[in-house]
């Protein structure tokens, strides 16, 4: 039986690494449902992301479901890992704060499962104090972290912000998986 990720994709302009992200992950054989922040559609599109899944991609927690069921739960309950890349600073703060305002926020707090952060932001926000504490905080409670990396970022710069290579993403995801 294939494992089941529900991949988050947040509103980064990592977030068309998504694509790749995905393509690597099915072709190791998972199944994979997407859910898509309101943000990540700025930068890709649901219709490339619901073509390499080939599943339905959920980006809203009050549509009418086709059967009663909650989302949120459903997608946690079927879920053998969440993997949320890119992860931008908002909702790995969201995360670490309790929030539960959106989609992917809920389906994390439903879950009973390994939860996979991939961040991905300018250096700065990265390397600040907040950040750096919501991260301690996530990994504290048992979240696991890949990256951020060494690149060149959308701002110009060089630094530690970039989304980690889709290598190590899926190399993390099969250490979680699959061992």
Same mark, same amino acid.
């Given at each position: 039986?294939?494992k089941?990720?529900?991949?988050?994709?947040?509103g980064?302009?990592?977030?068309?690494k998504?694509?790749?992200?995905?393509?690597? =992950?099915?072709?190791?054989?998972?199944s994979?449902?997407c %859910?898509?922040? +309101?943000? /990540?559609?700025?930068?890709?599109?649901l &219709?490339?992301?619901?073509?390499l899944?080939?599943?339905?991609?959920?980006?809203?927690?009050?549509?009418?479901?086709?059967?009663?069921?909650?989302?949120?739960?459903s997608?946690?309950?079927?879920?053998? =890992?969440?993997l949320?890349?890119?992860?931008t600073?908002? %909702?790995i703060? +969201?995360l /670490?704060?309790?929030?539960?305002?959106? &989609?992917?926020s809920?389906?994390?707090?439903?879950?009973?499962?390994?939860?996979?952060i991939?961040?991905?932001?300018?250096?700065?926000?990265?390397?600040h104090?907040?950040?750096?504490?919501n991260?301690?905080?996530?990994?504290?409670?048992?979240?696991?972290?890949?990256?951020?990396? +060494?690149?060149?970022?959308?701002?110009?710069?060089?630094?530690?912000?970039?989304?980690?290579?889709v290598?190590?993403?899926?190399?993390?995801?099969?250490?979680?998986?699959?061992?």
């Amino acid at each position: 039986m294939k494992k089941e990720i529900v991949l988050g994709i947040t509103g980064s302009i990592a977030a068309y690494k998504a694509c790749d992200i995905i393509s690597a =992950l099915r072709k190791e054989g998972f199944s994979l449902t997407c %859910v898509m922040t +309101k943000e /990540a559609h700025e930068f890709v599109t649901l &219709l490339s992301v619901q073509t390499l899944s080939q599943n339905e991609v959920h980006t809203d927690m009050f549509k009418p479901p086709a059967q009663w069921n909650p989302l949120h739960t459903s997608l946690a309950e079927r879920a053998d =890992l969440i993997l949320i890349a890119p992860a931008t600073a908002n %909702v790995i703060g +969201k995360l /670490a704060s309790g929030v539960c305002d959106d &989609l992917l926020s809920s389906v994390v707090f439903s879950a009973k499962v390994p939860v996979l952060i991939v961040p991905a932001m300018n250096e700065r926000m990265y390397a600040h104090r907040i950040i750096a504490e919501n991260v301690k905080k996530l990994k504290a409670i048992g979240y696991k972290f890949v990256g951020p990396v +060494k690149g060149h970022l959308a701002c110009g710069h060089v630094g530690v912000g970039h989304i980690a290579p889709v290598e190590d993403i899926v190399r993390a995801v099969k250490k979680l998986l699959v061992s």
